[in-house]
């Protein structure tokens, strides 16, 4: 079993920055890839960010590219996702996922990821 636990949510003002963790336990974390996903009230998960195990290449959704970085400390089995210049519109809560196919190609799609977290409020004030 896998237990992905996601932190450093909270409230910011638009302009400002968040950096989100997601710690996690039970496997070799270093061997899979990891994803960030989102969703907004009332509206569908969407992904953010992900990044494969086996070259550390970030993907990143265009509504977010340029202002978000996920990056991953394998020795301390955890994930990150630095939040810069947020706008009201990245309010939504955060949920870290876990791909155990190995095929390093960092999805976008939510059906890849086997594991995820329970999810982190981000709210951004206008």
């Known amino acids: 079993q896998v237990q992905l636990v996601e932190s450093g949510g909270g409230l910011v003002q638009a302009g400002g920055s968040l950096r989100l963790s997601c710690a996690a336990s039970?496997?070799?974390?270093?061997?899979?890839?990891m994803g960030w996903f989102r969703q907004a009230p009332g509206k569908e998960r969407e992904f953010v960010a992900s990044?494969?195990?086996?070259?550390?290449?970030?993907y990143y959704a265009d509504s977010v590219k340029g202002r978000f970085t996920i990056s991953r400390d394998n020795a301390k089995n955890t994930v990150y996702l630095q939040m810069n210049s947020l706008k009201p519109e990245d309010t939504a809560v955060y949920y870290c996922a876990l791909d155990m196919s190995r095929t390093a190609v960092g999805s976008r799609n939510e059906r890849a990821y086997d594991y995820w977290g329970r999810g982190t409020q981000v709210t951004v004030s206008s």
């Open positions: 990044i494969t195990w086996s070259s550390n290449t970030p």
């Open positions: 039970g496997r070799t974390f270093g061997s899979y890839d």
